[in-house]
């Protein structure tokens, strides 16, 4: 049987009471740390607050960032990032571990930062944000542009300026932070607050969107690399020019932007064109125009000249038809005259073989119905004569009015230039022009006066009676 131990001296703790007495040596000894290391794991609670571990190759250490403080940061914690924290060590009983809590927290020098940079790139690309499928075309001329940057920089003064310049349209600013814990945060808001604007309302919805700020650090841009910022820009259905920085600065906004600008400056440039050199390719169309208008009115006049060369006279096809008209009246007459003589002689022979009583008779009647037939005959073939020369006079006429000779009848008069080409309209003659005036009997030389001039005053006559008494008949 086993001897009984010597009693100790030494203070019995309770777990409790052992507990705290480590936590508040740890947190005397460690209140203020600054360490440098890999995150590992990351859990972000439904609280707010972030669990994660710090490690290198031999050892890890539990680290929490309250929500409080997680709200300031940067940049999210992400699995694999080198950083440095700044914090105080304590001790967390329930599970008997000692954890770092975080107070400030930031990568560990620009190498940290562009490999971050390279996995959200990658990410983004992945989830199909950079493609180019996905871009919108910038408007030509927009009424309003939406500029989201600092009020107080050079660069929104650079924007307007650059935009006097070259064509000045309607300005929208919506002031932001661009650089900072807060900087995201309105740059994405100020992006949906201009998606967010009615059509037609009271404060008008940009047709185009410029994000801009000045060079700087990596550190500096870091907030046109958030995720908020990025995905506000890609679910912007106003297109979105990106300018940040200089033209080797680049940030994930300007991946998913619609265009990238190298500078604030090259933005307004991309916004609008100038106006000077609008006009000038204006003009040139329109002289372009003006030419092949006139081109194609003198190719259609000579293809008429031609045209109207293969057409016969209308007094040819007229005096065609009243000579054959002639010739057939005078057929018709001589017929009559030999079917009456023929007639008559056929009854002088038969009334020489009747009776005289009969003959009488029979003579006085066939008489009588032959110059009924007579007159009959004349009646009708007097009516059918009236008819057909109705008819042909109505086509000379119709003939003579769808003419260029009818409409100059009518008291029309054709101009021509110097050229022998007809000036169909006003614009074309210049002050003191020769012209060539075609009436419908005769031709005069006339010139052309200043139209802005005022017409000399007309003494009051009488007035002239519209014909004049000698003029014939057209037909």
Do not use: C
Not at 110 to 136: H, I, P, S, V, Y
Not at 264 to 283: C, H, I, K
Not at 406 to 428: C, E, K, N, Q, Y
């Amino acid at each position: 049987m086993s001897e009984p131990s010597a009693p100790s001296n030494a203070h019995e703790f309770t777990v409790s009471e052992l507990a705290g007495a480590l936590k508040r040596t740890v947190e005397e000894n460690y209140g203020h740390v600054r360490v440098r290391g890999e995150l590992g794991r990351v859990v972000i609670a439904r609280s707010g607050h972030v669990y994660m571990d710090m490690k290198d190759d031999r050892a890890v250490i539990s680290s929490i960032i309250w929500k409080g403080v997680a709200a300031k940061l940067r940049f999210a914690p992400e699995e694999g990032l080198e950083v440095i924290a700044e914090g105080r060590l304590s001790t967390y009983p329930g599970r008997s571990q000692y954890q770092l809590i975080i107070e400030s927290m930031e990568p560990a020098g620009a190498g940290a930062l562009m490999a971050l940079l390279e996995e959200r790139r990658k990410k983004f690309q992945a989830e199909g944000l950079f493609d180019e499928d996905r871009k919108k075309p910038l408007p030509f001329l927009p009424q309003t542009i939406g500029v989201i940057t600092s009020p107080t920089g050079a660069v929104i003064r650079d924007i307007l300026h650059r935009l006097r310049e070259r064509f000045p349209r309607h300005v929208l600013l919506w002031p932001v932070l661009v650089q900072g814990d807060k900087a995201a945060e309105q740059v994405s808001a100020a992006i949906d607050g201009f998606n967010a604007l009615d059509e037609g309302g009271s404060v008008p919805r940009p047709d185009l969107l410029i994000v801009a700020r000045g060079g700087g650090s990596i550190e500096d841009l870091w907030a046109f690399n958030e995720d908020n910022v990025v995905r506000a820009a890609a679910r912007s259905t106003i297109p979105l020019i990106s300018a940040i920085g200089h033209e080797t600065d680049w940030t994930l906004l300007d991946y998913v932007a619609d265009r990238r600008a190298p500078t604030p400056t090259g933005a307004a440039e991309m916004a609008v064109p100038v106006r000077t050199e609008l006009l000038a390719t204006l003009q040139s169309h329109e002289a372009r125009l003006a030419s092949a208008i006139t081109q194609l009115g003198t190719r259609k006049q000579t293809e008429l000249r031609a045209a109207a060369r293969g057409l016969p006279r209308p007094e040819d096809l007229l005096g065609t038809l009243a000579q054959r008209f002639d010739y057939a009246g005078e057929r018709l007459m001589r017929a009559l005259d030999v079917g009456v003589s023929t007639r008559t002689e056929r009854l002088t022979s038969l009334a020489g073989r009747l009776r005289p009583q009969s003959l009488d008779l029979d003579l006085q009647r066939r008489r009588e119905k032959l110059t009924s037939l007579t007159g009959r005959a004349k009646v009708s073939f007097q009516r059918g004569l009236t008819e057909r020369a109705r008819h042909v006079d109505s086509a000379g006429k119709l003939l003579r009015s769808l003419s260029h000779e009818g409409v100059l009848a009518r008291g029309f008069a054709l101009v021509h230039r110097r050229d022998g080409s007809i000036a169909r309209t006003g614009r074309v003659l210049e002050p003191g022009e020769p012209v060539n005036l075609h009436f419908a009997d005769t031709s005069r030389q006339a010139r052309i006066e200043d139209g802005q001039k005022k017409p000399p005053r007309r003494s009051k006559k009488s007035p002239q009676p519209k014909g004049s008494p000698d003029q014939g008949s057209l037909f």
